[in-house]
């Protein structure tokens, strides 16, 4: 007894203190930080994932295969790509009232009217070309488009266009409701979101904690049991973190060179000269701490159709080929690099050094750095963003473009292949790299699921 007294003490007075043990029966999953639960203003891994929890999709989409499979909805069909019919299965929100056609509409319309500050509202402002969208009956949506595109069903997986119960949707209390929402997916919070939560399964027993915690010592938990998931992993574990059970998944997001139009860069024997110049596996593994892949292509694997066999030639680091594409373009002087982390100056450092030319980090006459944050898993989103971002307005592709956008989903992804060749030959941007998140376990948990839009399911894992 006085041993324990004297240790109890001593912890006390030198400040170490040990993980409290999981609640018996409850998964704790360690978290980092988020701001907002609000859908259509979800901006990290941590916000997609417990949203994912509160609500349901209206479809679930896997980027791999492009195919999606019912979930709020029954059924999403068309006969023709342009006017698309929604069937709602029945379906509450937490607070009882119903999951109506209308109550899609009225949250798409609120997206409509806060276009510019939300960043959901892109999805139905910009990426469903609808000229009409009513509700036919309380469980059916009608959409009614400009033209073809074949796209719709990967647009409604987007967690952007999760429904909004009518309360918040006339009180517009968004800060409110941002940190404590009502969904209608099989979890809700306990309580107000405050560093963390509890969510607590709307049928049957069964609830989660969810711990905010930084990523060293969710890690340092998670291997010692002292919580059951962590949701990011550091740099410093990330080679350990092979040893035992874990999880990888592509984000849905991904950096790029974007090159002047006009100017030296016009050349775009220049443009693959600096892209071949970049060691993307030297900056993964040195300042971007193990936190991205370095691309294979200009689709992010987060993105229909997912990998590429083989790296394009532009995403291939080849210093004599690069330096030897720059002197046949005849391109002299210094540049400049725009944009960019606390990374840009060893990438700025790359480029000198392999292209022999001076390339100060600074606005200037050179290329920037571009990071695209996907709403959707659509390939159309980071096409039609990275074109529109580089001011390319090449009629051949527009055309590839469009094509693509009209075929049904099941017959799009090589023609998508078709319009991403293009910008990989033209190169009006240069693709480095998409970052991809990590989970860690101990062997008690089984079940642990991730996906591209969400992030690890919360619904799915267990204790054993």
């Known amino acids: 007894m006085r041993l324990a007294a004297l240790l109890a003490t001593a912890l006390v007075l030198t400040g170490c203190s040990t993980a409290t043990p999981p609640e018996p029966g409850v998964p704790t999953v360690g978290v980092g930080a988020t701001s907002s639960l609000l859908p259509a203003e979800l901006r990290d891994q941590t916000a997609r994932m417990v949203a994912a929890a509160l609500w349901t999709p209206l479809v679930g989409y896997d980027p791999a295969t492009g195919k999606t499979t019912p979930a709020a909805a029954e059924s999403v069909t068309s006969d023709d790509q342009v006017t698309w019919t929604v069937k709602l299965r029945p379906g509450t929100f937490h607070d009882g009232t119903p999951v109506t056609a209308q109550s899609y509409l009225d949250t798409w319309h609120e997206l409509r009217l806060s276009q510019g500050v939300w960043p959901g509202a892109s999805v139905i402002s910009e990426m469903l070309p609808a000229k009409e969208i009513t509700a036919t009956d309380p469980a059916t949506i009608k959409i009614v488009l ?79 049991g002292a919580i059951d998931l962590a949701t990011t992993v550091p740099g410093s574990r990330h080679d350990a973190m092979h040893a035992g059970p874990h999880a990888m998944w592509a984000l849905p997001g991904a950096t790029y060179l974007k090159f002047p139009a006009q100017g030296r860069f016009a050349d775009a024997t220049v443009r693959h000269a600096f892209a071949m110049a970049v060691d993307r596996d030297s900056l993964e593994a040195g300042p971007l701490d193990h936190q991205v892949d370095p691309a294979r292509s200009l689709l992010p694997p987060a993105a229909a159709p997912g990998e590429r066999s083989g790296t394009c030639r532009p995403c291939t680091y080849d210093p004599a080929a690069a330096k030897n594409l720059l002197k046949q373009s005849g391109f002299t002087g210094a540049t400049t690099l725009d944009g960019g982390g606390h990374w840009a100056s060893i990438l700025a450092t790359q480029l000198q050094t392999t292209l022999g030319v001076g390339v100060g980090v600074k606005p200037g006459d050179g290329p920037s750095v571009v990071t695209l944050e996907l709403l959707t898993v659509s390939p159309h989103e980071p096409l039609a963003a990275l074109a529109k971002a580089a001011g390319y307005t090449d009629a051949g592709f527009a055309e590839l473009l469009a094509t693509a956008d009209a075929a049904p989903a099941a017959e799009s992804q090589p023609l998508y292949r078709l319009a991403e060749n293009q910008l990989l030959r033209d190169l009006p941007v240069a693709p480095l790299w998409s970052g991809h998140g990590h989970a860690v376990w101990p062997l008690k948990v089984s079940g642990v699921k991730a996906n591209p839009l969400t992030g690890v399911d919360l619904t799915s894992f267990s204790r054993g």
């Open 146 to 224: 400009h033209h073809p595109f074949g796209q719709v069903p990967a647009l409604l997986a987007s967690q952007a266009l999760y429904p909004l119960p009518e309360s918040v949707l006339k009180s517009k209390d968004w800060a409110g409701f941002a940190l404590n929402p009502v969904g209608n997916g099989p979890f809700k919070l306990a309580a107000r979101w405050n560093h963390g939560g509890e969510l607590v399964k709307v049928a049957g027993t069964g609830k989660i904690k969810l711990k905010e915690l930084d990523p060293e010592t969710q890690y340092d938990q998670a291997k010692s």
